[in-house]
């Protein structure tokens, strides 16, 4: 009876299938900040158009020079939050690139592994239906060598 196949790195791809899984979930967490950080940057721009038409309907009806300073002050300050933010989308956009390279390298090491054991797989299989094929050959001959016997006595 044929021994099962056992894979000698097996532990070393459940290790790397278990980094590649880790290195997975930091991408998508770097993902999700950049998303957040994009939709931040989505909301300072309107709020910061909702603040420009309310700038120009206060300019039509005359308002005191202190609330148009106000005003100005306002978008002013959406304006430098926007340029934060536009910064922060630029570091996150890198972290994703950088995540993303580290998953493919982690990847890249699995799929090394997993083509060794492939290969490995392979040869077992080969070398099991030659043992398997030498084993019938044996039976074969000795039934045939068997049956001459019998009729030599005969």
């Not at 967490?29 to 700038?55: G, M, P, Y």
């Not at 392979?122 to 050959?137: L, Q």
């Amino acid at each position: 009876m044929p021994k099962s196949f056992k894979f000698p790195l097996q532990k070393v791809l459940e290790y790397r299938q278990k980094a590649e899984d880790l290195k997975a979930i930091n991408l998508q967490k770097s993902k999700n900040i950049l998303i957040e950080k994009q939709n931040q940057h989505n909301s300072l721009v309107q709020q910061k158009n909702q603040a420009l038409d309310q700038d120009k309907l206060e300019k039509s009806q005359q308002i005191s020079i202190v609330a148009l300073k106000i005003s100005k002050d306002y978008i002013s300050q959406i304006s430098d939050n926007i340029d934060k933010k536009k910064e922060e989308i630029k570091i996150s956009d890198k972290n994703v690139d950088k995540d993303r390279k580290i998953l493919l390298k982690a990847t890249k090491e699995k799929k090394i592994v997993e083509n060794l054991r492939e290969r490995k797989f392979v040869d077992y299989t080969i070398e099991n239906r030659r043992n398997v094929m030498k084993i019938e050959s044996e039976i074969a001959l000795r039934m045939l060598n068997n049956k001459q016997k019998i009729r030599i006595k005969k």
